[in-house]
Antibody, heavy 120, light 107 residues
Framework: EVQLLESGGGLVQPGGSLKLSCAAS????????MSWVRQAPGKGLEWVSI????????YYADSVKGRFTISRDNSKNTVCLQMNSLRAEDTAVYYC?????????????WGQGALVTVSS | DIQMTQSPSSLSASVGDRVTITCRAS??????LAWYQQKPEKAPKSLIY???SLQSGVPSRFSGSGSGTEFTLTISSLQPEDFATYYC?????????FGPGTKVNIK
């Protein structure tokens, strides 16, 4: 059974940093790209970042480019999102999501989410 | 970026009703469209990919159709557990983008 479990959410002041982690199990982790998708309170879904299975490629939404860094450790089956220079508009539930197949942005499994609140 | 729209934004229906949700893309996306279901305070759940392929384990009362710019999600006979918000998502072009959602309420 595929499981994705996020951790690391919390309250942070504007301009601060936070690191989210996602622990994966139930599939061959290194074979799949992983993404982070966020959802602001009461709003829709916004893709944030992707990392390829071998960590060789990363891409970011324009809204977070230069502030967020995605990484993964295939020996520990984890993917992380380092978030710096946080803004109020980054407040959201952050989901890690498994890509169904290489080269596609269809997400077949999602974690339960981690809430990030940026507020003074 | 490709803009996705959904209609209606919400609807009220009864158990047993046939429900149809429409999703439109601002430009052609072939069949690279997915549908997700999200219940309150829960993570999205994948339902359909490639416009009409059912994700493993999803009940057959869910179906999808369409190509190009117009797509539909149909629930043939609404069940109590189907009351949720439904999102479409295009994955034809980078970046992937989602529709604003359609909330299915109990009538």
């Amino acid at each position: 059974e595929v499981q994705l479990l996020e951790s690391g959410g919390g309250l942070v002041q504007p301009g601060g940093s936070l690191k989210l982690s996602c622990a994966a199990s139930g599939f061959t982790f290194s074979s799949y790209a992983m993404s982070w998708v966020r959802q602001a309170p009461g709003k829709g879904l916004e893709w944030v970042s992707i990392i390829s299975g071998n960590a060789g490629s990363t891409y970011y939404a324009d809204s977070v480019k230069g502030r967020f860094t995605i990484s993964r450790d295939n020996s520990k089956n984890t993917v992380c999102l380092q978030m710096n220079s946080l803004r109020a508009e980054d407040t959201a539930v952050y989901y890690c999501a498994k890509h169904w197949a290489s080269g596609t942005y269809y997400f077949d499994y999602w974690g339960q989410g981690a809430l990030v609140t940026v507020s003074s | 970026d490709i803009q996705m729209t959904q209609s209606p934004s919400s609807l009220s229906a009864s158990v047993g009703d046939r429900v149809t949700i429409t999703c439109r893309a601002s430009q052609g996306i072939s069949s690279w469209l997915a549908w997700y279901q999200q219940k309150p305070e829960k993570a999205p759940k994948s339902l359909i990919y490639a416009a009409s392929s059912l994700q493993s384990g999803v009940p057959s009362r869910f179906s999808g159709s369409g190509s190009g710019t117009e797509f539909t999600l149909t629930i043939s006979s609404l069940q109590p557990e189907d009351f949720a918000t439904y999102y479409c998502q295009q994955y034809n072009s980078y970046p992937p983008t989602f529709g604003p959602g359609t909330k299915v309420n109990i009538k």
